[in-house]
């Protein structure tokens, strides 16, 4: 996977011959991250203060993030297939970029969740990676992408990600690490993507469930990408009782699914 213009300094990244104690050090890293995650609770981990500045590389923030309504998702996977076809070419959940997780004791609306890659302010994935094939795509709006040619397979990405689920998806076909583009690069799909563009997930999803922004959203909040984008006409579909469920502005829509009419019965011949 191309990342546009390359830099002398990350050819000659590409180039360094790594030694024993460079993959010892990262290793040790990886290991005091998965001890950390495995001791962790998921909600804590997802609600983790970034980094003091001093300590980490500041990074030009995304022109693009994927937000999504988990209580509007109805978990038909067309995202997924969708996401896997048009940069792959197949229909595949598990080459997918985008997760939807089902909780099977859960109860709609909320045993769904959605997660896509939420284009970090602090990407941990570029940061540790000892080959620069995590990068960020200043040429297309500062994406942040994973280039499969440098990957080096050692899924130290997928580690160092502190979301649950990890958001880089290991290729098991090409023994690599990948992560959503937002559609840069997709060869078998005739629409132009990433910044400006249209993303596979968006275009596809029943339910518009899924949604492109230009802003990032508000990090203080565990679920800060999990926005409402439902509507009044969300209610005409009977998915939930609305008898209490008025959108502001607007009259009761009259109880979920039509009712059958009452009839009296038909006298008899």
């Known amino acids: 996977m191309s990342g546009g213009k390359k830099t002398d300094s990350t050819e000659t990244a590409a180039k360094k011959k790594f030694t024993r104690r460079d993959f010892l050090v990262t290793g040790g890293t990886v290991v005091a991250v998965d001890a950390l995650i495995a001791t962790t609770p998921a ?32 978990g038909c996977t067309t995202c997924m297939l969708s996401c896997s076809l048009t940069h ?121 469930a899924i949604k492109f922004v230009s802003e990032m959203p508000d990090q203080k909040e565990t679920d800060g990408y999990n926005v409402n984008l439902r509507n009044e006409h969300w209610l005409k579909l009977g998915l939930v009782d609305d008898s209490r469920i008025v959108p502001p502005g607007s009259r009761s829509m009259g109880g979920g699914a039509p009712k059958a009419k009452m009839q009296a019965p038909k006298a008899k011949a």
């Open 88 to 208: 792959y070419g197949v229909q595949s959940l598990s080459l997918a970029r985008i997760q939807i997780i089902q909780d099977s004791f859960g109860k709609f609306p909320t045993d769904l969740e959605m997660a896509p890659c939420r284009q970090c302010k602090y990407p941990p994935c570029v940061q540790s990676c000892p080959v620069q094939a995590c990068f960020v795509d200043e040429a297309n709006g500062n994406v942040r992408r994973i280039d499969t040619d440098k990957c080096i397979g050692c899924k130290t990405c997928l580690k160092m990600c502190p979301q649950q689920p990890h958001r880089t998806v290991w290729n098991h076909e090409i023994k690599k690490s990948t992560k959503c583009d937002l559609c840069l690069e997709t060869p078998y799909w005739n629409e132009k993507g990433g910044i400006g563009g249209k993303q596979a997930c968006v275009e596809s999803c029943p339910m518009k």
């Open 43 to 74: 909600a804590a981990v997802a609600a983790s203060p970034a980094p003091p500045p001093e300590k980490v590389q500041a990074y030009p923030a995304s022109k693009g993030y994927l937000v999504y309504d988990s209580k509007k998702c109805i």
